[in-house]
């Protein structure tokens, strides 16, 4: 890959660096000043290979920030009542300043039921409706990590949203829809699109920035981009696959995230500073 190419990649993993090392030193902050350190429990319901790698990954996240990580691991046919059960028990849990579900939660479990059971304070991964509402609105809230390590992203690039037209693709509540919620609070025209939008390759080739979060691979061709766009790879598939025809994609585009090394850090990043915030707010401290 040459030096042209590369100055389009948009670095997460960079980023996510600097995120995580804001986060430790408030981690430290608040250890200095009240002698807890902040905790994130999550939650793990069934045996998914991916599912626990990415637990994995979190945990280990949270450890280097200093923080604690406390694993719940359910077995796979456990209730939604059950499971509910658990999270309002962490929910009361005054040594627990985050809860994270990890998703996806298996069938027949109502995982809305079990994410409405985490209390706003402690809901730093933005799954539940009272902080989607707050995110919608413009308000304060722990937003949806991703599309919050997004939203840096773009900032960290300098990305114009201003008057610009961007086009996310896939309307998951906690993905598409934050994500252009977030948008119009920026002041962009927003194009909210999913797999089954009828001539969506038309209305990729105006957006000024492009957020790919269908869930399929190399779903989005690079000649459907605009030539100087913005696009903003959210998927990940088997083998390292985004949702976006990189190869393709990369000609015409200003700016590109890579899969992986993009949005993936930044997602993980996000949910650590925000643990880190939800602790600090809980306990009284900056």
């Known amino acids: 890959m040459d030096n042209t190419h590369k100055a389009k990649l948009m670095d997460g993993t960079a980023l996510a660096a600097r995120v995580l090392d804001n986060a430790r030193a408030r981690v430290e902050r608040i250890h ?3 002698g807890v350190i902040p905790t994130l429990a999550t939650v793990l319901v069934g045996d998914d290979p991916a599912s626990a ?29 059950e499971l509910v059960g658990e999270i309002n028990r962490l929910a009361v849990d005054e040594t627990v300043h985050g809860i994270l579900i990890q998703h996806p939660v298996p069938a027949p479990i109502d995982k809305r039921a079990a994410f409405e059971a985490i209390p706003p304070e402690k809901d730093v991964d933005g799954v539940t409706s009272s902080t989607i509402g707050r995110v919608i609105l ?3 809230a722990f937003a949806s990590c991703t599309p919050k390590g997004i939203m840096q992203l773009l900032d960290e690039y300098n990305v114009e949203l201003d008057g610009s037209h961007a086009v996310v693709i896939g309307r998951s509540p ?6 252009a919620s977030m948008l119009i609070n920026r002041h962009a025209t927003v194009t909210l699109c999913h797999s089954r939008t009828r001539s969506l390759p038309s209305l990729v080739r105006n957006a000024d920035v492009l957020i790919a979060a269908v869930g399929k691979p190399r ?31 990369i000609e015409p585009c200003s700016l590109i995230t890579p899969v992986p090394g993009g949005v993936g850090p930044m997602t993980i990043a996000t949910l650590i500073a925000q643990t880190a915030e939800a602790a600090a707010q809980q306990l009284g401290v900056d």
């Open 32 to 34: 200095a000043d009240t």
């Open 53 to 81: 790698t990415y637990v994995r990954m979190k945990r280990k996240r949270c450890e280097d920030a200093g923080m604690k990580s406390l694993l719940l691991d359910l077995p796979h046919g456990t209730s939604t009542e």
């Open 138 to 140: 413009g308000m304060p």
């Open 174 to 179: 906690i993905l598409g829809r934050p994500m």
């Open 219 to 249: 779903f989005v061709k690079g000649g459907w981009i605009k030539v100087g766009a913005t696009v903003i790879d959210a998927g990940y598939n088997p083998g390292n696959i985004g949702d976006v025809d990189f190869e393709g994609a």
